[in-house]
T-cell receptor, first 112, second 115 residues
Framework: KQEVTQIPAALSVPEGENLVLNCSFT??????LQWFRQDPGKGLTSLLL?????REQTSGRLNASLDKSSGRSTLYIAASQPGDSATYLC???????????FGAGTTVTVRA | GAVVSQHPSRVICKSGTSVKIECRSL??????MFWYRQFPKKSLMLMAT?????????EQGVEKDKFLINHASLTLSTLTVTSAHPEDSSFYIC???????????FGPGTRLTVT
């Protein structure tokens, strides 16, 4: 069973600081790894998907890296803004099925 | 990304009644959808895999007679919470699988409150 861990559980930073969110997984046989954002009381918004053959993926201020051999992914958010305040979740499907195993999330607060 | 809708977004029902939640894939046909449950300040817990034209596959510990899933078409899956009790109150989220890409697109969620 895939176990996904996210550290830290919560993060509070002043506006403008860069954010570093960590995700680790126990089974490296994954198809891809997805990062999601969830606002309170809302569904999930997909931010980035990194294929297992890739090492990183970028979208605007967001950059995600993937190191399958060590079972880690990191999400970097540059020049944080108050609108970045949300819970960020990572998830990965194992190669033998499509099911996503989620981490518990990192709740980010960006102070104006 | 693909658009997934859920209806209703919020529902309040009395204990003992049944509630149906719909999940629709608006951008592509999906043979596989998933249903998740999320408790406050917790992560998503997979409840079941909804397969078009066949029975749903439930995760360990999820009562299939309690949470009825029907995937009658390639764009619609429904979750019915039968004889709901206050402990069934939760946030229910569906997702749609884009096969080949192994990517899931999530609906906006349904907040169920059982009084």
């Amino acid at each position: 069973k895939q176990e996904v861990t996210q550290i830290p559980a919560a993060l509070s930073v002043p506006e403008g600081e860069n954010l570093v969110l960590n995700c680790s997984f126990t089974d490296s046989a994954i198809y891809n790894l997805q990062w999601f954002r969830q606002d309170p009381g809302k569904g999930l918004t997909s931010l980035l998907l990194i294929q297992s053959s890739q090492r990183e993926q970028t979208s605007g201020r967001l950059n995600a890296s993937l190191d399958k051999s060590s079972g880690r992914s990191t999400l970097y958010i540059a020049a944080s803004q108050p609108g970045d305040s949300a819970t960020y979740l990572c998830a990965a499907p194992k190669k033998d099925d499509y099911k996503l195993s989620f981490g518990a999330g990192t709740t980010v607060t960006v102070r104006a | 990304g693909a658009v997934v809708s859920q209806h209703p977004s919020r529902v309040i029902c009395k204990s003992g009644t049944s509630v149906k939640i719909e999940c629709r894939s608006l951008d592509f046909q999906a043979t596989t959808m998933f249903w998740y449950r999320q408790f406050p300040k917790k992560s998503l817990m997979l409840m079941a895999t909804s397969n078009e034209g066949s029975k749903a596959t439930y995760e360990q510990g999820v009562e299939k007679d309690k949470f009825l899933i029907n995937h009658a078409s390639l764009t619609l899956s429904t979750l019915t919470v039968t004889s709901a009790h206050p402990e069934d109150s939760s946030f229910y989220i569906c997702s749609v699988l884009r096969q080949g890409a192994y990517e899931q697109y999530f609906g906006p969620g349904t907040r169920l409150t059982v009084t």
